[in-house]
């Protein structure tokens, strides 16, 4: 039986990626493989030891992105949870407080919830009902799920979703986050190419979906570009950042949560310049404007209009099956209404992303 889930989900996934290759008009193809490896990001921090060790996945503990070493406790019965793909974190922040808990959720006096804004993590979350921080865990299981069509197809192959999959959040493409004034004078795709440019990324394989996005992004507006610089095409592009042997430290990553490595690494002055989604080099140039600035892909910083090639993400929420009590399902079916809610809309335009294209 694990093995025919195995093949079935292998299945998915090759599915998925064929069709999101195929998404538009414009030349796309399968990036390159990669026989390159990134130096990871390890700061000189204190790594404090942890009481409890968790022998379960998925444990979101990283001392460069969440540190709770001084929260200690379990919680075992929830009302509500929600288990997300973290990028829209800021979006889902004012849903939260100021939609959702006021005014969707009013009357259901929701006393233990909490949602997750790290890269996907549902399969493991719902499969061991677990997570922890540190020396905090919970055993709850998530009622509502948040993700790429992949993740979807993942959840819905381990008999883990309830109907359909609606797809709620469109990003604006791909950007570069370079150090604020620009001292390295990015100004495309080609200059991450450069010897002198350090490029940090979401990790490939702890952050697949994004670092997919990344990299297939960058090969195929390269490959996609009518006047490359002389000399130079997707290819050499792609091997000079991710398969370079000949650059020390040219290709970095984080180890887990990219959302906060990346603008980590560009600040700290260790990369150069950072792959990241648009809405989030916005919040991270709206939330530091003298440490970041942002080279768009395509438009403008005001007005991004991805090239051709610059691949656009899209979220997807579906509820999951359990043995809910009646506010339990109550709780599940307020969130999805919030999640697709008009308010939610004008949240999402505010930083910098759109409801999905009909």
Not at 92 to 99: I, K, M, Q
Request: positive net charge; contains cysteine; charged residues 20%.
């Amino acid at each position: 039986m694990a093995a025919r889930k195995q093949y079935a989900l292998s299945v998915f996934r090759i599915v998925t990626a064929v069709a999101l290759l195929c998404h538009s008009n414009a030349i796309l193809l399968a990036a390159p493989a990669i026989t390159g490896s990134p130096t990871i990001e390890r700061p000189k921090l204190l790594g404090w030891p942890r009481d409890v060790v968790p022998v379960k996945k998925p444990d979101l503990t990283e001392r460069t992105a969440n540190r709770v070493y001084d929260l200690h406790g379990s919680i075992d019965d929830c009302d509500l949870v929600f288990s997300t793909a973290g990028n829209y974190h800021m979006a889902l922040r004012d849903l939260w407080y100021d939609v959702f808990l006021p005014v969707y959720a009013s009357g259901l006096n929701l006393k233990n919830w909490f949602y997750t804004t790290s890269p996907p993590i549902s399969p493991d979350q719902i499969a061991n009902a677990h997570v922890s921080v540190g020396n905090f865990r919970s055993g709850c299981k998530p009622q509502v799920a948040v993700g790429p069509l992949s993740l979807m197809n993942e959840l819905y192959t381990l008999g883990f979703t309830k109907g359909d999959h609606e797809a709620i959040i469109q990003n604006r493409g791909n950007v570069i986050l370079v150090k604020a004034g620009n001292p390295k004078l990015i100004s495309s795709e080609w200059d991450l190419g450069r010897d002198d440019v350090r490029v940090v990324t979401s990790h490939p394989k702890r952050e697949p979906g994004s670092f997919g996005n990344y990299s297939n992004s960058i090969y195929n507006i390269a490959l996609n570009d009518p006047y490359p610089p002389t000399g130079w095409d997707a290819d050499r592009l792609f091997n000079a950042v991710f398969n370079n042997t000949w650059v020390t430290n040219k290709w970095l990553s984080g180890r887990r949560i990219h959302h906060r490595e990346v603008p980590y690494s560009v600040s700290l002055k260790r990369a150069d310049a950072g792959l990241m989604f648009y809405h989030l080099a916005l919040h991270a140039k709206t939330t530091f404007p003298a440490r970041f600035d942002i080279v768009p892909l395509g438009g403008s910083v005001d007005a991004p209009n991805p090239l051709p090639g610059n691949r656009v993400g899209v979220l997807h929420a579906v509820r999951i099956v359990g043995n809910w009590n009646a506010k339990q399902l109550d709780a599940q079916a307020r969130l999805l209404q919030a999640l697709k809610s008009p308010e939610f809309t004008g949240i999402l335009n505010t930083y910098g992303l759109d409801r999905p294209s009909p």
